[in-house]
């Protein structure tokens, strides 16, 4: 039997575009080993599908994508843990402002660039949020706006 895990993608990684179309498969497929499912292969699923789809349609399946993968891997999508609305949206936006002028270079580099911004930090959306308004049960469930 092969293994086909990889080390998990970690930020500041430099990332090919082998690496980003299999994190992307992976999480659409279900099939990405949990350990992979790191912060930064968060960023770069977005910037792939970013890529594919552009930011409407992003927004639009990167719940169903990660809902199902989640629940792939024996996650739960539920008030406490798993898919995150507000997060996952205020991610792919601020991605796809990052990443727009960059929409000439491959898809590996683009990924690479934004592992290399403060974009990159678990706590960046903390700029924008009260730790309480981001992680209620409301901003879980639906977009909630910014409250600093």
Do not use: C
């Not at 968060?42 to 639009?60: D, M, P, Q, R, S």
């Not at 993968?69 to 601020?94: A, C, K, M, P, W």
């Not at 959306?125 to 639906?142: D, V």
């Amino acid at each position: 039997m092969t293994d086909t895990s990889h080390a998990p993608i970690r930020a500041g990684d430099a990332v090919t575009d082998a690496m980003a179309k299999r994190i992307f498969d992976g999480v659409t497929t279900r099939t990405l080993p949990r350990p992979e499912w790191t912060h930064p292969a968060h960023l770069v699923f977005a910037t792939a599908l970013l890529g594919a789809e552009g930011l409407n349609a992003a927004e639009a399946k990167a719940p169903v994508y990660i809902r199902a993968y989640n629940e792939s891997v024996g996650g739960v999508n539920d008030d406490t843990q798993g898919y995150h609305h507000t997060i996952t949206l205020f991610f792919l936006r601020h991605i796809d402002e990052f990443i727009a002028p960059h929409q000439g270079d491959p898809l590996g580099a683009r990924a690479t660039r934004l592992l290399a911004s403060p974009l990159a930090a678990t706590d960046y959306p903390l700029r924008f949020y009260t730790k309480a308004r981001l992680f209620s049960i409301e901003a879980r469930r639906l977009w909630v706006e910014p409250d600093l």
